[in-house]
Structures are given as C-alpha cells and as structure tokens.
C-alpha cells in the first residue's frame, strides 16, 4: 500500500510569495496533519483536517492555511513567504480520529525562501 | 499546556554499547506516548507507541521503552547500537481527546561511533 505521499520534494521561492504544498494521505486514512520543522523551532504542529474540517490549528500566523479534499488530499498555502518560513514541512495521515493509533508521515517539502 | 522534554540533545555511544534516551512529559491527562526517528532528509518513521497496557513496550530495529507514569517518562532503550542507528529520534505525545496532534520534544541525535 503506497505511503504518505507529498509534493514537491524541493521547493525555491522568493519573499512576498506564496506557495501551495499538496499531501496525498494512505489510501483509506481521513485524518490528515501538517507539521513546520525548522532546527531552531523543531517540530511545530500547523493544523489537523478530519473529513474536510480543520479540527485544530497550531500557533502560526494567518498566512498558514490549509484545505482538505473530500477525497482526503489535503494542501497547505503559505502567503507573502518570509525568510523564516524556510522549512521542512511534513505531513501525517492516520486511519482513527483520537490519536490511539501511528500516524504516517511523507518525506516532506523542504521550502527555501530567498 | 502539554509539552516534551528530551534533556539530551544529542548521545554519542560506540557500537555495541548501549543507550538510552530520555523523555519526559507534562500532562494531567492521560496520553498516547511515541517515539519517531528521523534519517537525514526523511521524513518521521515510528520505532514505538504506548496506548495503554504493559508499560514495556518494544518497537522496531531492538528498541524498547518504559512507560513510568509516577514519574512522567517514556525512555528509549537499545542493548545494542549498530552505526545504522545514527539518526535523530523525537519523542511525542497525543493529549487524550478527539485529536490526532503530535506534540514533540526538541529531538535527541544519536551519534554511534564505530
């Protein structure tokens, strides 16, 4: 069964920009997440989605927003991209809604903003 | 609010010794407990989870953790470590309730020397 999948691998984009990471979760997996790692933050929770709903949103400003398809594929756009947002930006799926389970993550979306 | 520690931030050992990484948690609730590891430019692999039941928990590649409530901590052991082991591993925990979010600790890199 194929894993989490996300797209693209790499990514080069200049301040004031914005940028649109897809995510498409294991085959049968609704619940979605998205996470920023940074080395001098770590690992930051960005939002969950649950059946097209965002069930919970991390501490990041406005310009972080996220969507999920009714085929549970899930995207994040960042807006008016600063140098701070360069990143690896990974993303989970898991198959239950309470976190009694593993979630999956893809290989992740290493943003370079300049 | 909860949060993760992972006091060491990195270990270096020789192959063949072992090791043990320490995690500790600030919860009130009860939580889903986790330990990730991280090659580089990979995303996050789980080695073990602890959901509820025996506090010994054993994962993939010879590793194994302790739940120990009294004292908020989730350990992670290996009697031996190989070179292959060198990553960085993260400890996380899901608060109880309708959410999949992952909180993570600041990460420890095992450095394996031969």
């Known amino acids: 069964k194929a894993g989490v999948t996300q797209t693209p691998r790499y990514l080069i984009k200049t301040r004031g920009q914005q940028v649109t990471l897809s995510c498409s979760p294991i085959?049968?997996?609704?619940?979605v997440s998205w996470y920023q790692q940074t080395p001098g933050q770590g690992l930051q929770f960005l939002f969950e989605?649950?059946?097209?709903?965002?069930?919970n949103k991390g501490n990041f400003p406005g310009r972080f927003s996220g969507r999920q398809f009714s085929n549970s594929r899930s995207e994040m756009n960042v807006s008016t991209l600063e140098l701070g947002d360069s990143a690896l930006y990974l993303c989970?799926?898991?198959?239950?809604?309470?976190?009694?389970?593993?979630?999956?993550f893809g290989q992740g979306t290493r943003l370079t903003v300049v | 609010a909860q949060s993760v520690t992972q006091l060491d931030s990195q270990v270096p050992v020789f192959e063949e010794a072992p090791v043990e990484l320490r995690c500790n948690y600030s919860s009130s609730v009860s939580v889903y407990l986790f330990w990730y590891v991280q090659y580089p430019n990979q995303g996050l692999q789980l080695l073990l989870k602890y959901l509820s039941g025996s506090t010994l928990v054993k994962g993939i590649n010879g590793f194994e953790a302790e739940f120990n409530k009294s004292q908020t901590s989730f350990h992670l052991r290996k009697p031996s470590v190989h070179i292959s082991d060198t990553a960085e591993y993260f400890c996380a925990v899901i608060p109880g309730g309708a959410t999949n979010k992952l909180i993570f600790g600041t990460g420890t890199l095992l450095a394996v020397q031969p």
């Open positions: 989605y649950f059946s097209e709903t965002q069930r």
């Open positions: 085959s049968g997996h609704r619940s």
């Open positions: 989970a799926s898991s198959s239950r809604t309470i976190g009694n389970t593993e979630a999956f």
